[in-house]
């Protein structure tokens, strides 16, 4: 059963679960069709997460607030905050990840030097425990693996992510909290997340409720 977070007239944000496509394929249904069986109503899709990410995700509830959302998602009005874990130590610990993405032999991304039509990130760093990092993540553009790429370009490939570093029960990424405008109402939503060993740990936990209390961000993030 999905989780739902939020329900407006015009959206819904519901919790989503670890892999788990969009899309219906392989005789495997797809999160919008799950989604509007469960909640039985008609659902549009707005913006999207990787299978093997999970967190805060919209759907629209008519093709007007659709195409509304849309617009917000595509001018990158709606803010996203992700959070990721890694047991790699960063280049440095703070900072904007910028560059160009191509794809990469094995059917992944890599990050190119060009900024030609570059990929954005701007992220913070804090140690959770020894050997394990926790990396908050904003991303300004909307690319394709983009945070799992530019984590890796930074030397902190995150945890669990098959195709950018080591295997583990899950990749250890989700998506947060989105917070956005919408019909001059201020919406933030925000879900921690739920599967994972990493992710249940006592230390991870503590951390992300410093996080909450924001003590940990950076004054220009706050």
């Known amino acids: 059963m999905l989780q739902r977070l939020f329900d407006h007239p015009d959206f819904m944000a519901i919790y989503k679960p670890i892999d788990l496509g969009m899309h219906s394929e392989a005789g495997e249904l797809g ?96 140690s959770v425990e020894p050997g394990l990092r926790l990396f908050v993540c904003r991303p300004k553009t909307g690319k394709t693996h983009q945070i799992r790429v530019a984590l890796k370009s930074e030397g902190s490939a995150i945890l669990g992510d098959q195709r950018y570093g080591n295997a583990s029960d899950r990749t250890y990424l989700h998506a947060w909290r989105l917070a956005f405008e919408y019909h001059n109402d201020a919406f933030q939503i925000e879900a921690a997340p739920a599967e994972g060993e990493w992710f249940n740990r006592r230390a991870f936990k503590d951390k992300l409720k410093q996080l909450e209390n924001v003590d940990h961000w950076p004054e220009h993030w706050r």
């Open 31 to 126: 999160l919008q069709v799950i989604a509007e069986q469960q909640f039985g109503l008609k659902l549009w899709m707005v913006h999207r997460l990787d299978k093997v990410t999970s967190g805060v995700l919209l759907f629209a509830k008519n093709a007007e607030a659709a195409a509304e959302l849309s617009k917000l998602f595509s001018e990158h009005s709606i803010q996203k905050t992700y959070l990721a874990l890694s047991q790699s130590k960063p280049k440095r610990k703070q900072g904007r990840i910028k560059g160009d993405m191509a794809t990469a032999r094995n059917g992944g991304y890599k990050l190119l030097k060009t900024v030609a039509r570059p990929a954005i990130t701007d992220f913070f760093s804090l």
